[in-house]
């Protein structure tokens, strides 16, 4: 049986970064990967290498867990975290790992209109937990 890849955000479809890398700056100069985990951190860099031209891979959680060292759990909040910062989508099995332009997750489904500074609503409670404070 052939399996069949679909794109699970054409809006968000990512595209070779013009700099040499195939790692975009803009994780880094855009602050995405500040405040993640680094479970988060390791899953986002496994799937940008193992995805293919549009970002997608079938990798599922067994083939993932065999090669970097989370189990089931930090597994799955890893991928969470990734989902709700809007790094990736996943509908199982599928991934794919999302355009980093600055507009794009203004037409996420089901995410609503973007907020006046280009990303997506967030709650109180999402707002509070990125805030660090000195301890």
Request: with cysteine.
């Amino acid at each position: 049986m052939a399996v069949f890849k679909r794109v699970l955000c054409p809006e968000r479809l990512r595209q070779v970064p013009p700099q040499f890398s195939w790692v975009d700056h803009r994780l880094v100069r855009d602050r995405h990967i500040a405040g993640r985990s680094a479970e988060a951190l390791a899953l986002y860099l496994f799937l940008v290498t193992v995805a293919d031209g549009q970002g997608l891979s079938y990798y599922s959680d067994a083939g993932i867990g065999k090669l970097l060292p989370l189990d089931g759990p930090a597994l799955a909040r890893a991928r969470e975290e990734l989902i709700r910062v809007r790094l990736i989508a996943y509908e199982r099995p599928l991934y794919q790992v999302l355009s980093l332009d600055k507009f794009a997750t203004a037409n996420l489904a089901g995410g609503g209109p973007a907020s006046p500074r280009g990303g997506a609503p967030q709650s109180l409670g999402e707002i509070l937990r990125q805030l660090r404070f000195p301890t």
